[in-house]
């Protein structure tokens, strides 16, 4: 009598078990495949880098713009580099070091394009996120975002 219900039990646990892995295989499969692109309603002609609107300008060439670290390993909290006409972050040989083993040695970089900086992943590894997106291409910096490089936090000031 113990045995059919047994049986039952181990195949509802393996049922289970299977419905399990077939949610974190997509779950993992649709983060993979999530690259950040502009949604369809985004003109195809477009490049993705606009003026900033003027309310959030950023300072012409030579101006102050800057990083502040929000958090950062091996960086002091609140303390900010000069960006200028643009940086690199990366553990290598850039103008931003971080002391982050999810960074690339060239991982990302900050752009001059008129008079909007703009920020740009270098193909690296784990990516860039520009607040709460990963780049998939070229993106504008407007006052308060957040880059984000592994576990190092920035905030955009211009």
């Known amino acids: 009598m113990?045995?059919?219900v047994s049986l039952a039990l181990q195949f509802?646990?393996?049922a289970v078990l299977y419905l399990f892995l077939?949610?974190?295989s997509t779950?993992?499969?649709r983060d993979?495949?999530?690259t950040g692109r502009p949604s369809a309603a985004v003109d195809p002609d477009a490049t993705?880098?606009?003026e900033a609107v003027e309310s959030m300008a950023v300072p012409t060439a030579g101006g102050d713009a800057r990083l502040v670290v929000v958090s950062a390993p091996g960086h002091e909290k609140g303390w900010s580099y000069e960006i200028g006409t643009g940086a690199t972050l990366g553990r290598g040989d850039v103008e931003i070091k971080l002391e982050d083993p999810f960074a690339s040695t060239r991982h990302a970089r900050i752009v001059r394009e008129g008079a909007t900086l703009g920020l740009e992943d270098l193909g690296s590894t784990n990516g860039t996120w520009l607040?709460?997106?990963q780049l998939g291409g070229p993106s504008p910096l407007h006052a308060g975002d957040r880059v984000r490089i592994g576990d190092s936090e920035f905030r955009f000031e211009p």
Do not use: M, Q
């Open 22 to 24: 077939l949610w974190v």
């Open 131 to 133: 607040n709460d997106g």
């Open 2 to 4: 113990l045995e059919p």
């Open 12 to 14: 509802g646990f393996l």
């Open 32 to 34: 993979v495949t999530k």
């Open 27 to 29: 779950s993992a499969l």
């Open 48 to 50: 993705g880098f606009h």
